[in-house]
T-cell receptor, first 114, second 113 residues
């Protein structure tokens, strides 16, 4: 089944403890992206990647890192999580980036930072 | 500055009636618009899209209308069904100069049986 898989789905952690949210897609997509969803703010883009080794900042990149060493994987790294990073995170991918960029989203990872 | 605005956080509609979800945008460089639907505990899924060279696109019960002069688009669902109850996100892209999809805040649609 074609899908985007995120792990973990739920995580409670403490301030400053480094964590990684993994994202993997099995569709050979070139474009991948991370979003966070917060109440009243909708979906905001954190980082995106056009292809392997090509990444760029979205609208809210502060406090996050990403890497794209393989085409299928696009992990989101929180080096020193803070409570304001408590959010619902979505990874998404598409074959390429075009204007008609139909994204396939993962099921989401709910992160709580205490 | 919010470039894609969905000013109605929620909407309730009777089953069988029409649902109209609205979206406004400020960036005149946007040339492609998409609607995504999101159920609780799931990721958003693509619903329908429209290019800026068109003013209407239809797919079954779903129709999207684009008014470029007003920088406004709307999603019509006819007839509405209880399974349509979800959060709907409007999104826009500028394919020529950006690699980002900008989303609105979403509108929660409740279809009452």
């Amino acid at each position: 089944e074609a899908q985007v898989t995120q792990n973990p789905r739920y995580l409670i952690t403490v301030t400053g403890k480094k964590l990684t949210v993994t994202c993997s897609q099995n569709m050979n997509h070139e474009y991948m992206s991370w979003y966070r969803q917060d109440p009243g703010l909708g979906l905001r883009q954190i980082y995106y990647s056009m292809n392997v080794e090509v990444t760029d900042k979205g609208d809210v990149p502060e406090g996050y890192k990403v890497s794209r060493k393989e085409k299928r994987n696009f992990p989101l790294i929180l080096e020193s999580p803070s409570p304001n990073q408590t959010s619902l995170y979505f990874c998404a991918s598409s074959p390429q980036y075009t204007g008609a960029n139909v994204l396939t989203f993962g099921a989401g990872s709910r992160l709580t930072v205490l | 500055d919010q470039q894609v605005k969905q000013n109605s956080p929620s909407l309730s509609v009777q089953e069988g009636r029409i649902s109209i979800l609205n979206c406004d945008y400020t960036n005149s460089m946007f040339d492609y618009f998409l609607w995504y639907k999101k159920y609780p505990a799931e990721g958003p899924t693509f619903l329908i899209s429209i290019s800026s060279i068109k003013d209407k696109n239809e797919d079954g019960r779903f129709t999207v209308f684009l008014n470029k002069s007003a920088k406004h688009l709307s999603l019509h669902i006819v007839p509405s069904q209880p399974g349509d109850s979800a959060v709907y996100f409007c999104a826009a892209s500028n394919g020529a100069g950006s690699y980002q999809l900008t989303f609105g805040k979403g509108t929660k649609l409740s279809v009452i049986p």
